[in-house]
């Protein structure tokens, strides 16, 4: 490798020479431009303009030896950098992996799109690098982290944690679904679903309606920033992943499909993971029947 940097150094030199001559020669043409504005007074003036046009040019000849060098080296610092960045992927995949195994996740997928069960890693290699983390197939994005397995597998890790803390209570989350279902159908939410009884809602409605129960006894009092607690898209779609009861009362759960004009829109789908492998399917409406 020192024995490429020294012939590449020495590549260089003759480039950099070359590069200065062309430079001259364009300051040397924008002179004889000015010049010919006023050929009368400027004629000999122009002329030694001329003569030292042609000693630049002289300096020159080798030109197209030297775009054939630089083609080669071209190709060259292309071929070894497509070599570091699979030597680098590589490296940082199996640190990672390392890393992660303990805490039983498995890393799929191809670089630069990875994933760790419902996570998904988005490698960027450009300004310096980093890694988007975001939950399911780029559904969200939950944080950025630079590219270093050690940043990149703490992230993944408090993620998922995040998201299974604290454990899902079964019997209390289908009521508050239920709840929300009833309450969104009250306001008028409700859709048949394919003109059939039971109504469909929407299943955003309900995650507004779920959104609001959540909230504890300070906001319903004073519903200001300070009192809210937040219960959002990821968190819903997580705990609808977790759900296993699927009946409340003599009532059974059923979530609607959504179609391919309704994956479009945040307000008309939500994309809900299978755990743990992480694949998904977006659904647009609840159906309690």
């Known amino acids: 490798m020192s024995s490429d940097l020294s012939e590449l150094?020495?590549?260089?030199?003759?480039?950099?020479?070359?590069?200065?001559?062309?430079?001259?020669?364009?300051?040397?043409?924008?002179?004889?431009?000015?010049?010919?504005?006023?050929l009368n007074r400027n004629a000999f003036v122009l002329e030694l303009r001329v003569d030292k046009l042609d000693r630049t040019l002289s300096k020159l000849k080798g030109l197209q030896e030297l775009m054939t060098t630089a083609g080669e080296w071209r190709e060259k610092l292309f071929k070894e950098a497509r070599q570091a960045q699979e030597k680098f992927k590589n490296t940082i995949a199996a640190a990672l992996a390392e890393r992660l195994r303990p805490h039983g996740i498995e890393i799929t997928g191809h670089f630069p799109e990875l994933k760790c069960g419902m996570l998904t890693l988005l490698f960027s290699f450009e300004k310096g690098g980093s890694v988007k983390i975001y939950y399911g197939p780029k559904i969200s994005l939950l944080k950025k982290v630079p590219v270093e397995a050690g940043k990149i597998a703490?992230?993944?890790?408090?993620?998922?944690?995040?998201?299974?803390?604290?454990?899902?209570?079964?019997?209390?989350?289908?009521?508050?679904?239920?709840?929300?279902?009833?309450?969104?159908?009250?306001?008028?939410?409700?859709?048949?679903?394919?003109?059939?009884?039971?109504?469909?809602v929407p299943i955003v409605a309900v995650m507004q309606e779920i959104a609001f129960?959540?909230?504890?006894?300070?906001?319903?009092?004073?519903?200001?920033?300070?009192?809210?607690?937040?219960?959002?898209?990821?968190?819903?779609?997580?705990?609808?992943?977790?759900?296993?009861?699927?009946?409340?009362?003599?009532?059974?759960?059923?979530?609607?499909?959504?179609?391919?004009?309704?994956?479009k829109k945040e307000e008309t789908s939500l994309w809900v993971p299978k755990i743990p492998q992480g694949d998904g399917t977006h659904y647009a409406f609840v159906v309690f029947g």
């Open 213 to 263: 129960l959540n909230q504890k006894r300070s906001f319903r009092i004073d519903p200001k920033k300070e009192n809210f607690t937040s219960y959002g898209r990821v968190r819903f779609s997580y705990d609808l992943a977790r759900l296993k009861a699927r009946r409340f009362e003599d009532k059974e759960l059923r979530l609607v499909v959504a179609s391919m004009e309704q994956t």
């Open 9 to 38: 150094t020495e590549a260089i030199k003759p480039i950099l020479k070359a590069a200065n001559n062309l430079k001259n020669v364009g300051n040397i043409l924008r002179e004889s431009e000015k010049l010919r504005n006023d």
């Open 154 to 200: 703490e992230a993944v890790i408090s993620l998922r944690k995040e998201l299974n803390d604290p454990p899902l209570d079964d019997e209390q989350f289908i009521k508050d679904l239920y709840v929300s279902y009833t309450r969104s159908l009250v306001r008028g939410e409700g859709a048949k679903d394919e003109g059939e009884q039971p109504s469909a």
